[in-house]
């Protein structure tokens, strides 16, 4: 990698553990390419505090290919940043300038607590899908064939769409009211727009959406900040999906 | 109270109630605008009539508190639970790179909408159904049956300059309410599609606009003595 010329000031969530008190500190950090990631600027600072003898910054990332839906920063009040539809590890800094200050934290939400500096515990989202986002499929090796079930293009395209959610929480973090319904609704979607979801539809929506309460998040308010911050553009069309079925399913429970 | 236990069903209390609400402001504001026919309120004053008298309108009065108070303490719940869901704010936040000020900002101009409210109910509401009209003579004989003199009563609480600046800045909050609260009703019901979406917010931004210019025109028409 070619070393840059850009200069920063990094304000980064330092906090050592899920019960210690955090707080913003400052670092300085020269000789950053534009050519570089975030997460590789992030890992240039790691380099400069560690040299120094100091407790390395934690923060989440794994494939660093925009796909897997681990890394997971507030940067500059946004999440993920100031860029549309990319994780944080496809930002780059030649989106920010020589001599920018840049804010970075953790996802801030009831339901997605510290478990150091940006590091946050996501097992909500886990115990959501657990809770219902699945399919029931029968492995007895008389499994049908999926192209076999003819499914309209249109309905295959939306389900495509809402299954793109890589679970970030981004939603959670850009919402005012920490409300995970963006995630909820896509993978709600996902399931309900397909024939091989139809068995366990109402139970699954009424399941999720009682988890998604028990874990703390907060309530939409129709605002569509999660759908203009998510890295995969989902809408907020598949809120209102959820809506329906939930209505639906409380209406008349049995399918 | 399992009926409010879900968030998604609060959600559809907000809603059915908003629009109950949203029908109320088509006839209040449609009745009120008889005042323009500029005849000395004696339409305006014969509708008065018939919504205070008429039995169904009085039992559907009723509904409109309760929906109202179901709204408002609804609207509450919501609030307080939003917040806890947020324990430690940003640092560093830039809400409008992805949001609009009055999508966010519903619960504030909600609460203005209730002072203005009280406000309102003082100078109208209360003075027709308990007190008594303060403008003398309080009765006019139209047809010749006794009607209370509403229009009067309108002249003489929208000469004060300081009442028709509360009444505008009420229309105000209205506006921005009702302007994410429309569309906002219908995305919570679950009417979300792309096929009509464009026009349930075509059709809220036209009421809003209509509703709050024409509640707002009524203070100052009377203030600025075009309707006497």
């Known amino acids: ?14 906090q050592s553990n899920s019960t210690a ?16 990631s975030f997460l590789e600027m992030i890992d240039m600072l790691n380099e400069q505090i560690i040299r120094k003898g100091e407790d390395a910054i934690a923060f989440d990332h794994d494939c660093r290919e925009g796909i897997c839906g681990m890394c997971s920063m507030f940067i500059n009040g946004e999440a993920h940043g100031p860029n549309r539809g990319v994780t944080t590890c496809q930002l780059h800094m030649r989106s920010f300038k020589d001599g920018d200050t840049i804010y970075i934290e953790p996802w801030r939400a009831e339901g997605f607590p510290v478990v150091k500096d940006l590091m946050v515990d996501r097992a909500a989202f886990d115990r959501i899908i657990q809770s219902g986002g699945f399919v029931s499929v029968n492995t007895s090796g008389r499994t049908m064939d999926a192209n076999a079930i ?7 395209d939306k389900a495509f769409d809402a299954a793109t959610c890589i679970g970030c929480g981004a939603c959670v973090a850009t919402c005012p009211n920490s409300s995970a319904m963006l995630f909820v609704s896509a993978k709600v979607s996902q399931f309900a727009l397909l024939p091989q979801g139809h068995p366990e539809r109402k139970e699954r929506v009424l399941n999720m959406v009682k988890q998604m309460d028990a874990e703390g998040f907060g309530n939409c308010s ?27 399913a409380s209406v008349k429970p049995e399918n | 109270m399992g009926l409010f236990t879900s968030s998604l069903i609060k959600k559809y209390w907000m809603a059915a109630t908003g629009l109950f609400l949203i029908s109320f402001l088509v006839v209040h504001a449609g009745i009120n605008a008889m005042i323009f026919f500029n005849d000395g309120g004696e339409t305006f004053n014969e509708w008065g009539h018939f919504m205070g008298t008429n039995l169904i309108v009085r039992t559907m009065e009723i509904g409109l508190f309760l929906g109202l108070i179901l709204h408002i303490v609804d609207g509450l719940m919501l609030y307080f639970q939003n917040r806890k869901a947020r324990p430690i ?28 409210l009280v406000i309102h109910l003082k100078d109208f509401w209360l003075k027709t159904r308990i007190t008594g009209l303060s403008v003398e003579p309080s009765h006019v004989k139209i047809d010749g049956v006794m009607h209370e003199n509403l229009f009067a009563e309108m002249l003489l609480v929208f000469q004060n300059p300081v009442a028709v600046v509360i009444y505008l ?4 909050s209205l506006f921005w309410h009702l302007y994410h609260g429309f569309r906002s009703a219908f995305q919570s019901l679950g009417l979300n599609h ?14 809003s606009v209509v509703i709050s210019v024409l509640f707002a025109s009524m203070p100052v028409a009377m203030y600025l003595g075009w309707v006497k």
């Open chain 1, 150 to 156: 003819p499914i309209p293009k249109d309905d295959a």
């Open chain 2, 89 to 116: 704010k940003y640092a560093y936040n830039k809400p409008s790179a992805s949001s609009t000020w009055y999508s966010r900002s519903m619960a504030l101009l909600g609460t203005l909408i209730l002072i203005f």
């Open chain 2, 169 to 172: 800045l009420g229309c105000f």
């Open chain 2, 194 to 207: 792309r096929k009509y979406a464009s026009t349930i917010e075509l059709a809220g931004s036209v009421f």
């Open chain 1, 1 to 14: 990698m070619s070393n840059g010329n850009m200069n920063l000031t990094l304000k980064v969530w330092r």
């Open chain 1, 21 to 36: 008190a955090g707080k913003m500190e400052t670092y300085q950090l020269g000789g950053v390419s534009p050519d570089m």
């Open chain 1, 222 to 248: 129709n605002i569509g900040a999660c759908e203009v911050q998510c890295p995969k553009s989902i809408s907020i069309e598949n809120i209102a999906r959820m809506n329906r079925e939930y209505l639906s």
